[in-house]
């Protein structure tokens, strides 16, 4: 169904259906719901960086970071209200993400990735030296915040923010690879010279994709911070770059939303759910991390895609 | 590296223009000039009088489309995704009214989905507009290319081989489109083709290349009969050479190769049919042909890749029929390909041992051979110890042979060995070929350029459109009306 504007109306409702699932949920699986929105919200991202637009990044965690970090900061120590830390941490983090975006006109895969993975560094080494501002190595403590009209930030109510927003997230970037932008960015990564010809501004697309990408995790982590209360500054490691690449890879990239759902399902909520996986997460992380590649290597995701494909282009 | 030096070309206004010459001429290079994906030093480039400076990006702005030589297709899109990148510069949407399907944005993706959908089907798309490119067949890519050519409603079409690979009636909508396109909305049309035939039967005006430089321009009745066109094709005579290496032809030779209605292709492609041809024990046999015609096909699907399809291949009485390339190399064939491929970053003595991979030989046998080949291509022998990247054109050939012949086929097949190698070299060639072929080696070469080949091989077949046409002595086939009328057609 396409109307002006259907996207936020079905967003709005997909949040609000992940809303009522929270709330359905007793307390520690709420709990666990709350933190799986926050990674779908980061796998979006991841996805739309690799599997739309082509580019490899493994600094997505220090974009959580930011989140995490700066809105708590200016929360604590500028006293500013949670309405307003949240968007100055995001916009920080589109901007930030903008700069990145620069290095990968010149790079691409492998060296490109190296040069995100030093980026990672530097941050980590900005959050540890960052003595009052950062918590140095021990991270900052969450102060409470309200809200207009919802009253008090209580990890109920963040998760039902989360929800909401993931619910709305998932839409909308959806749309936006299906449209000019999306189409753009994977003729990009397909035949970048023929796209090129086509008047496609390449360079301007690429920090485009770094940007968006960069803001969703950058918001994912404003979130996380609240969920947990703290910041920690050892969450940010290349062990975490890994774990979003793999949601995204296990998942299946493509301009399809149902990747950045599955894998996060898959990898996190599974290993949760089922506390008999969850005592061997290692073991079963890389079992289906194994099983995917060798036997689906566009994930999930992308293995229903070609299957349901195939029946299409019969003439 | 040059691969234009002062080549000018001028278009008229709504004319169907062709662009020929051999491989190597410089035609893409030419068109990736206009297009701003070649480096240029000197000369202009002048759109309506006005000099322009091209860029890939500006192409669309300045009404330029242009097609590639293998359609570049984005295989993750749609075929009417692929058509509507086309339409990017027309859009005007970004991330923000793209993701909430702003009233614009809808309205705008609307009508240009429904242009995209009209101009596929009508460059003759008649699959699901929304199938994924990846899994279509390759006619269909060609027809998505040019839709998305299209539908920024260019003036000038830039237009590299688009027939390759297309089966009859494809090209002939092809035509019909193009021609289509000139005569109701006045397009200029720049085509570069190796089907010569058939761009004499479509051109206004045709430009011949050679060597980066344009040589002849006009009409396609002058430019087939004009003097420097043909030599360019059929190459350069030899002089002396010629009688110095009188054939002697095998008298009741034994067929050691043989094949029989052989049929091959690529993908879902079949570009060989009904192939049938021998080469006798120490012959030197010629197959001759235009660019396309399948001479290097015929020679890869003899060693195996791809395998034949139909038919049989018959090496000293057995059958080859469905062996992979190892097994093939292993019973004695060697084939130099067109690419000569030697490794790089290893000097020419490191290329001679690890042409002998797998083979097991002693030292003492590994030098023997390596000292017959340093005999044999005396260029070599200063070169020992240099990176085979650094070697010329005509000593990377050199060694190319040499690597094979390392293992003593008792079959050699070349694939184009003259291809851009300057004529002193070719001569060489020529020597160490009739050396060969008196120390009792049968020789099968590729070659479109037949004058070198003539005196030292002793039959010769003409493929032409991935079929056998013609068969008889070097002499013959040589001679400049046979081989004009396979290269440069008959024009009406």
């Not at chain 2, 397009?187 to 344009?214: Q, S, W």
């Not at chain 2, 050699?412 to 160490?432: C, F, R, T, W, Y």
Request: proline residues 5%; charged residues 15%; glycine residues 12%.
């Amino acid at each position: 169904m396409r109307f002006p504007f259907a996207p936020l109306v079905f967003g709005t409702v997909l949040g609000l259906l992940g809303i009522a699932v929270a709330y359905a949920l007793p307390s520690y699986p709420r709990f666990i719901f709350g933190e799986f929105a926050v990674l779908v919200i980061i796998t979006l991202g991841v996805n739309l960086l690799l599997g739309v637009a082509g580019l490899l990044s493994l600094a997505s965690p220090a974009f959580v970071g930011i989140g995490a970090n700066l809105s708590t900061a200016i929360m604590l120590r500028a006293h500013v209200p949670i309405l307003v830390s949240i968007p100055i941490a995001v916009a920080t983090g589109w901007c930030v993400g903008w700069l990145l975006g620069f290095l990968s006109l010149r790079l691409a895969g492998f060296y490109l990735a190296m040069v995100t993975f030093g980026f990672l560094d530097v941050f980590l080494v900005i959050l540890n030296e960052g003595g009052d501002l950062t918590g140095g190595g021990y991270g900052l403590i969450v102060p409470p915040s309200s809200l207009p009209l919802l009253g008090p930030v209580t990890l109920d109510v963040t998760i039902a923010i989360s929800a909401f927003t993931a619910g709305i997230a998932i839409v909308l970037v959806r749309e936006v690879q299906r449209s000019r932008i999306g189409r753009a960015w994977i003729a990009i990564k397909d035949a970048p010279v023929a796209a090129e010809m086509q008047g496609i501004d390449v360079a301007h697309l690429k920090t485009l994709a770094f940007a968006v990408s960069s803001a969703l995790a950058t918001l994912a982590g404003t979130y996380q911070a609240l969920l947990l209360g703290v910041t920690n500054p050892s969450a940010y490691s290349l062990n975490v770059s890994v774990a979003h690449l793999t949601y995204a890879v296990v998942g299946g990239m493509s301009a399809s939303i149902v990747g950045p759902i599955l894998g996060p399902l898959l990898l996190f909520v599974v290993p949760e759910v089922f506390r008999a996986i969850g005592q061997y997460r290692e073991v079963f992380y890389g079992a289906i991390l194994l099983l995917v590649l060798v036997i689906a290597p566009n994930g999930i995701a992308g293995t229903l895609e070609a299957l349901t494909q195939r029946t299409r282009s019969r003439p | 590296m040059h691969a234009l030096s002062r080549f000018s070309l001028a278009l008229e206004p709504g004319e169907i223009h062709g662009l020929i010459g051999p491989n190597g001429a410089g035609k893409t290079t030419a068109i990736n000039a206009i297009c701003g994906t070649a480096g240029r030093d000197g000369g202009t480039i002048e759109l309506d009088g006005n000099a322009m400076d091209p860029h890939p990006r500006r192409l669309v702005a300045c009404g330029i489309g242009r097609t590639f030589q293998t359609p570049a297709i984005f295989f993750d899109l749609s075929a009417v995704a692929n058509v509507l990148v086309g339409a990017y510069a027309q859009g005007r949407s970004g991330v923000l009214r793209g993701s909430v399907a702003a009233p614009s944005a809808l309205a705008e993706e609307e009508k240009l989905t429904a242009r995209a959908v009209e101009l596929l089907r009508s460059v003759g798309y008649d699959g699901d507009p929304h199938a994924p490119a990846k899994l279509l067949p390759f006619g269909m890519h060609r027809q998505i290319e040019v839709a998305r050519m299209l539908v920024s409603d260019p003036r000038i079409l830039l237009l590299d081989e688009p027939t390759a690979g297309l089966a009859g009636h494809e090209v002939a909508r092809l035509v019909a489109l193009l021609r289509e396109l000139r005569t109701k909305r006045g397009v200029t049309i720049l085509l570069v083709e190796h089907n010569v035939p058939f761009v004499f039967g479509l051109c206004d005006r045709v430009t011949a290349m050679h060597d980066g430089k344009d040589i002849a321009s006009g009409t396609p009745a002058e430019i087939r009969s004009h003097e420097d066109v043909v030599k360019s094709y059929l190459g350069y005579q030899h002089g002396a050479a010629e009688s110095e290496r009188a054939p002697q032809a095998p008298r009741g030779g034994v067929k050691v190769l043989e094949l029989r209605d052989v049929a091959s292709g690529y993908g879902a492609t079949t570009v060989l049919r009904d192939v049938s041809l021998y080469v006798g024990a120490g012959e030197v046999v010629a197959l001759l042909g235009r660019n396309g015609a399948g001479k290097s096909t015929l020679l890869n699907t003899i060693v195996g890749d791809p395998k034949a399809r139909g038919g049989d291949i018959f090496w000293e009485g057995r059958s080859l029929r469905g062996l992979g390339t190892d097994r093939v190399v292993a019973s004695g064939i060697g084939l130099v390909p067109q690419d000569r491929a030697v490794i790089v970053r290893q000097s020419v003595d490191d290329n001679l041992e690890l042409a002998t991979f797998g083979l097991h030989l002693g030292r003492r046998q590994f030098e023997e051979r390596r000292d017959e080949m340093l005999t044999r291509f005396p260029r070599l022998q200063t070169r020992r110890t240099s990176f085979a990247g650094s070697l010329s054109g005509g000593e990377r050939q050199m060694l190319a042979i040499a690597k094979v012949l390392m293992r003593r086929p008792r079959l050699l097949l070349l694939d184009e060995p003259s291809i851009g190698l300057a004529p002193a070299i070719v001569n060489e060639l020529q020597g160490i070929i009739a050396a060969l072929r008196d120390d009792g080696l049968p020789i099968m070469v590729a070659e479109q350029n037949v004058s070198w080949l003539a005196p030292v091989s002793s039959r010769a077949y003409l493929i032409e459109g991935g079929r056998i046409v013609d068969e008889g002595p070097p002499s013959r086939l040589a001679e400049a009306e046979a081989l004009t009328e396979a290269y440069l057609g008959t024009v009406s």
